[in-house]
């Protein structure tokens, strides 16, 4: 079973030296919070449900945040981490699933994130309800939060069951959101049905210029239900950006003030008006400011996701 959100660079992360993890902090606390390269900062989107808002881009943890609890690794994390909220992110994803992630992101956010300002995303992804319930008390007590902001269904595994134990974890008020995901095209249809029946706050699905299906029909069908959507693959794991490497970006590039493939690629995902975030994943400090970057406006219109979904297709 594989995962929702995903290491999204090129390649394996390089562990930062604790002298280069403690000067990207100290370099990260400098920055002020709303405020992004272009002027404009992250683009605020609108929780349908609620009004609440959220930056365009998140963090997944996949991979990225399964570290042990100290050495440069864990050094390397902390200092992505703190660019990333210092740049203006907040929505974190993680899942039971992502091996240790959910247990250094509550280390970590101990540490920077006091306030509590992360918006802190995970998953249940077991079967039967008492298992179920096991895991999102873990959660609760990995990410130190008496409250988690979303906790979604991962796949769908055993949803009428967990959707169950999500409602009442919601009127207890340990959950704020609830949520479905999956990572596959193939499950496109059980995510429609499942958005038509249950009506979640949020949809996690694929979506991305080399897997777009989910334009046709499941993100219009999440508009039209008033579910936020949050967008995992946006760059199919590394692969879009090693497909345009060595190949020059195409004139919408800089008419969007694009500096990279993957700031092209996750501006093409959000020129969809259903998207509310998506999640690109790393444990590079560099790598989320710049994906964070490509939450900054403008966003392409119709003629130039054509053209780039045309560039795209020649690569």
Not at 44 to 63: D, F, H, K, N
Not at 136 to 143: K, N, P, T
Not at 152 to 173: E, P, S
Not at 187 to 201: G, N, Q, V
């Amino acid at each position: 079973m594989r995962s929702n959100s995903v290491l999204e660079r090129e390649g394996p992360c390089r562990a930062l030296t604790r002298r280069e993890a403690l000067r990207l902090i100290g370099a990260a606390a400098a920055l002020p919070g709303t405020t992004l390269a272009g002027q404009n900062g992250p683009q605020a989107r609108e929780i349908p449900g609620s009004g609440e808002s959220l930056p365009a881009v998140g963090l997944g943890t996949w991979q990225a945040f399964d570290v042990p609890p100290d050495g440069s690794e864990y050094d390397s994390a902390t200092a992505t981490l703190s660019r990333f909220l210092s740049a203006g992110g907040r929505l974190i994803d993680t899942s039971p699933m992502y091996g240790r992630a959910e247990e250094r992101i509550g280390d970590i956010l101990a540490a920077t994130d006091p306030g509590g300002g992360a918006f802190l995303a995970t998953k249940v992804w077991t079967r039967g309800r008492e298992a179920g319930r096991r895991q999102l008390e873990a959660s609760l007590r990995y990410l130190r939060r008496n409250t988690l902001d979303l906790v979604q269904v991962h796949n769908l595994v055993d949803f009428d069951t967990h959707w169950a134990t999500l409602q009442a974890a919601r009127d207890a008020g340990e959950v704020r959101y609830l949520g479905i995901t999956h990572w596959q095209a193939s499950a496109h249809e059980d995510l429609e049905r499942t958005l038509r029946s249950a009506r979640p706050d949020f949809l996690q699905v694929n979506y991305s210029l080399a897997e777009p299906e989910a334009g046709e029909r499941l993100l219009p069908l999440a508009r039209d239900r008033g579910a936020a959507v949050l967008v995992n693959r946006p760059l199919t794991k590394g692969a879009m950006i090693d497909r345009a490497r060595g190949h020059g970006l195409p004139p919408e590039a800089a008419e969007l003030g694009c500096r990279s493939a993957a700031q092209l690629f996750l501006k093409w995902v959000l020129g969809d008006p259903a998207v509310t975030v998506a999640l690109a994943g790393t444990r590079n400090p560099d790598h989320a400011k710049d994906n964070l970057d490509a939450a900054s406006p403008p966003f392409p219109d119709a003629r130039q996701r054509l053209a780039i979904e045309r560039w795209f297709a020649a690569l």
